[in-house]
Nanobody
Framework: QVQLVESGGGLVQAGGSLRLSCAVSRSIGSFATMGWHRQAPGKRRELVAFLTSGGYTDYADSVKGRFTISRDNANNTVYLRMFSLKPEDTAAYYC???????????????WGQGTQVTVSS
């Protein structure tokens, strides 16, 4: 069973930054795609960033230029660096892994439990 454990969430003021981490119990090289999703209260979960095994990255328009996804293969960890945070970035953030690459239509096979990010105005 694959486990994904997120950490790094918290309370930050608008304009601040955070780095989320996702520790994976299996080599992240075995997954075609790693991604970060978020879900705000009363809203659908949305994909905000993903990284393929080939190194391709993409971001939701709402976070493009402010968020960066990266990975540390040696430590089986995926990161999401978030800068210039806005109150609308407040959400639970989830790491996910997929066996098959399909970019924005990826079907995610494994999920973490989530970490809360709260941005105050």
């Amino acid at each position: 069973q694959v486990q994904l454990v997120e950490s790094g969430g918290g309370l930050v003021q608008a304009g601040g930054s955070l780095r989320l981490s996702c520790a994976v119990s299996r080599s992240i090289g075995s997954f075609a795609t790693m991604g970060w999703h978020r879900q705000a209260p009363g809203k659908r979960r949305e994909l905000v960033a993903f990284l393929t095994s080939g190194g391709y990255t993409d971001y939701a328009d709402s976070v493009k230029g402010r968020f960066t996804i990266s990975r540390d293969n040696a430590n089986n960890t995926v990161y999401l660096r978030m800068f210039s945070l806005k109150p609308e970035d407040t959400a639970a953030y989830y790491c996910a892994a997929a066996r098959v690459e399909s970019r924005w239509t990826t079907r995610w096979n494994y999920w973490g439990q989530g970490t809360q990010v709260t941005v105050s105005s």
